[in-house]
């Protein structure tokens, strides 16, 4: 479709941005006579120190055109602060005019004492002297305007007035009082000041929401609004069905009929296609269309039916205000028509407009959910993908809601086939919504829990957020550590240590270990060390990490599921029951999701091997998985990481390869060198020994000095995996098969006594060696076992370490802290040292 800029023409008002009217407030009485801090007094230390925010920037532009003569607003209220508040922005204004050499007139009313008559002060400052304003009554408006324009350019600046009016209302003049002359005055001298092309009045007025106030300073404030609302630049009052033409005469200069009735079929078309619009509401729809155009229909009823309702709303002119400042904000965009959607609560003066009718309160309302970087919508928006992010839905959908939520009658919300209607473009298919709504109900705080509207009041949503805003980094630890254990709680295959804060943490002993670390690698020092000592049993160590990259997730998943809780058990928090109802179903969703969320945190299994770690990434947990462990457990047992028992045939083949195999030292390797098998527990390694003698895979025996004892074979036998206890090659028993064991006492105690099979096998033996290795740097682990073996075999030993390094270089001071220091830890002697 085309943008409607190429069907109509708005006046060259809008076009060039004319229509600006930005509201602020603030308190600048000690700067006017002197008396403030040089921060606010000296100009330039004032703007040095001042954010200057859009809001307070425009105000100065609009203040500037008026003093000038050009066009602009009048009259000004300021209810509202914008970042600098309202006393920066009457200072901003004061010195801004002064550079412009323009005179400022200061009133305070929290400065000036309820018997100053304001038409004398404005007079007095104005001239110096009361000469034709003096009296109780004020002087008229042709005596005003004589004043304004002798003195102009002029910047009328009048802050706290209310207050003012409050205080002046209790003095008597004649059969009225002074606040009720005042206001009158009030009216006279807005009313010159629009006479006067170069004069502009600024007046700051409270909130809407009076708490400090009694009834009769209530009936002033809404009698200054009116007075104010008079001064609006708009005012045509119409009849309600004369509302699009009206609007299109005063908004453009311009209307190509034709191409109106070609953009409106096609959204006539799409919206029958997609079922939004039955065909008893086709006709009308277009017939409302085409008299609207840019505006969708429901645009222009939504801000004369709704908003104009509310007694402070100039119908006609309210309309026309708002849709002009929302088509100059859209004249580059492109967009084909307007919609609800395209109001700009992010704009300043569209959201002013809007908020003055509705409390101040909504600001932050606006803020969080719609306009903010981190608002829901904006959550939203993102969440979509490539293909929908420049409609920026979440957004649309969130804004036409707040457009629906007000009416002065109490009307209120819409449904989802008038958000479609309202939102879509013919572009993209309309079931799109559906997803968009899905997502503003859970990222909302202020968006209805019973229907599509906004409240100020906080939804289940917000609810849980402000909660969670309690919940701590501990409790949140607190609550991880008891999770981790809770699906740990029937862990009977591993000794469980969760996240020891040093490698002394984790015992040294033959037990597998399950050792789950909050980093997402262990480090090297937790395999080679035992706090001061070497670690022993290195290959019994299995550690589970954490994924970095699902940390925060998380986190707010525990973070939430503490806060759902929390609410549960809250007896003191009202809840409607479909809120209470909502709050079940979520927090029953979440205690359903704790180990699936537990398990995409740890997921990451590492297992030391000879140079560093085997990683295992466990990947998605199973559907209905719930214990840790057992997960853990069976995921290695797949990978043969694990074995519950020992194969005979494996022992035979892979490890009996000389005619004896010490069976104690076989499994000490497996319990202390990274990479080996790993045997759940010492009974599955004794009954894989015990099946393969009483199988005939080999026999069992003892070795005793130099001799070996023959003992069973072909029958289950006694293991103990004593030192002695070795298998033997099936071939190299004797016909009799085995020797009998007799048992004799001895000195009071019995005592196992073996004799020696009548066969013996003598091996030659080495009683010292020594080598001369040149050793890969990739091959020292390989080195460090054989140290090990040896170690066992020879009580005598030594090694001297010959290392050799080039091709590269390192700092004097890592040669200092990283070499020497850790030879120096180990107790390592340098006997000879070249560095260059």
């Known amino acids: 479709m085309k943008p409607f800029t190429q069907i109509v023409r708005p006046h060259d008002d809008i076009l060039e941005g004319r229509l600006t009217m930005d509201v602020f407030a603030a308190d600048l009485w000690q700067v006017a006579f002197g008396n403030a801090p040089p921060e606010y007094r000296n100009p330039e230390l004032f703007f040095r120190k001042t954010y200057l925010t859009k809001g307070l920037k425009n105000l100065i532009e609009v203040a ?132 006067v092309g170069n004069a502009m009045l600024v007046i700051t007025l409270p909130s809407s929401v009076l708490e400090h106030y009694d009834e009769n300073a209530e009936r002033a404030f809404q009698q200054l609004q009116k007075i104010a609302g008079r ?166 959908v969130a804004t036409t809601i707040f457009m629906t939520s007000f009416s002065g009658r109490g009307e209120k919300g819409v449904n989802v086939r008038e958000i479609k ?44 957020v402000t909660r969670e805003e309690n919940v701590t980094e501990e409790k949140i630890y607190e609550e991880e550590l008891k999770i981790l254990k809770d699906a740990l709680k029937k862990a009977s295959r591993f000794k469980i240590i969760i996240h020891p804060k040093s490698s002394r943490d984790i015992p040294d002993t033959e037990d597998l270990k399950l050792v789950i670390l909050k980093e997402e690698k262990p480090e090297q020092e937790f395999v080679e060390r035992n706090g001061e000592t070497p670690r022993v049993y290195r290959n019994t160590l299995i550690f589970l990490c954490r994924d970095k990259g699902y940390e925060e997730h998380f986190s707010r998943f525990l973070r939430t599921l503490i806060a759902l809780r929390s609410l549960k058990d809250d007896r003191m928090l009202r809840l409607t029951d479909s809120q209470r109802k909502v709050l079940q179903e979520k927090l029953k969703d979440f205690e359903n999701r704790i180990y699936e969320e537990l398990r995409r945190l740890y997921r990451r299994l590492y297992l030391p091997k000879k140079d560093g770690f085997r990683e295992i990434d466990l990947g998605i947990p199973s559907y209905g998985e719930k214990e840790l462990e057992s997960e853990i457990f069976e995921r290695l047992k797949g990978e043969g990481e694990i074995i519950e028992k020992i194969s005979a045939k494996l ?69 103990e995996l004593r030192e002695e206890e070795i298998i033997i090659k099936p071939e190299l028993f004797v016909e009799q098969k085995e020797q009998k064991i007799t048992e004799k006492p001895k000195e009071g105690k019995e005592k196992e006594e073996r004799e020696p099979v009548k066969k013996e096998i003598r091996e030659e033996t080495i009683k010292s060696i020594e080598y001369r290795l040149k050793v890969p740097p990739t091959k020292i682990s390989d080195v460090v076992k054989l140290v090990y073996f040896l170690k066992g075999k020879f009580s005598s030993f030594e090694i001297e370490v010959s290392l050799k390094a080039s091709d590269g270089e390192l700092s004097k001071s890592e040669l200092e802290d990283k070499v020497k220091e850790a030879l120096r830890q180990s107790g390592i002697a340098v006997e000879e040292e070249k560095a260059e």
């Open 231 to 396: 001064m609006e630049k708009i005012y045509n009052p119409v009849e309600d069905d004369e509302i699009e033409q009206v609007v299109r005469a005063r908004l453009f200069s311009w209307v190509d009929e034709k191409e109106v009735g070609i953009a409106v079929e096609e959204f006539i078309d799409y919206a029958k296609r997609e079922n939004l619009l039955t065909n008893d509401e086709i006709s009308a729809y277009r017939e409302r269309f085409l008299k609207s155009f840019p505006f969708k229909p429901e645009v222009i009823d939504v801000l004369y039916k709704r908003w104009g309702s509310f007694p402070t709303f100039q119908r006609t002119r309210g309309v026309l205000r708002l849709l002009s400042l929302v088509i100059h904000n859209l004249v580059d965009k492109n967009v084909p028509f307007i919609r609800l959607a395209d109001f700009d609560l992010n704009n300043n003066e569209v959201r002013r407009e809007l908020i003055k009718h509705i409390g101040q309160e909504w600001d932050s309302v606006v803020a969080q959910d719609i306009t903010s970087n981190d608002s829901g919508s904006k959550k939203v928006d993102k969440s979509l993908g490539a293909s929908y992010s420049a409609y920026r839905l979440g957004t649309a």
């Open 421 to 464: 209607l309202s939102v879509c473009y013919p572009e993209f298919p309309s079931n799109v919504v559906d997803t968009v709504i899905n997502g503003i109900r859970e990222k909302l705080f202020y968006l209805s829990d019973e229907g599509f509207y906004f409240t100020n009041q906080p939804n289940l949503n917000r609810i849980i």
């Open 64 to 195: 500037k055109n008026r003093l000038l003569g050009k066009t602009g607003d009048a009259v000004v209220q300021l209810q509202t602060p914008f970042g600098g508040g309202k006393t920066h922005a009457l200072i901003a204004l004061y010195h801004r005019a002064r550079e412009w050499n323009a005179k400022v007139l200061v009133f305070d009313g929290t400065a000036l004492s309820a018997e100053v008559r304001l038409w004398e002060e404005f007079e007095k400052q104005l001239t110096g002297k009361i000469d034709i304003a003096r009296g109780e009554a004020p002087p008229g408006k042709e005596k005003l305007i004589k004043l304004i324009s002798e003195n102009s350019p002029l910047l009328i600046l009048m802050d706290e007035v209310l207050q003012y009016i409050t205080k002046a209302s209790a003095i008597k003049v004649g059969d009225s009082n002074l606040g009720a002359q005042t206001l009158a005055f009030l009216q006279e001298l807005m009313s010159a000041v629009a006479s």
């Open 651 to 719: 022992l035979k083949d892979r490890f009996l390869r000389g005619d004896y195999l010490e069976i104690s030292k076989l499994y000490r390797a497996f319990l202390t060198t990274p990479g080996e098998l790993r045997i759940l527990t010492k009974e599955g390694f004794i009954e894989g020994i015990k099946e393969g003698v009483k199988a005939g895979l080999f026999g069992f025996g003892y070795l005793t000095g130099e001799k070996l004892e023959f003992v069973a074979i072909k029958k289950e036998p006694k293991v």
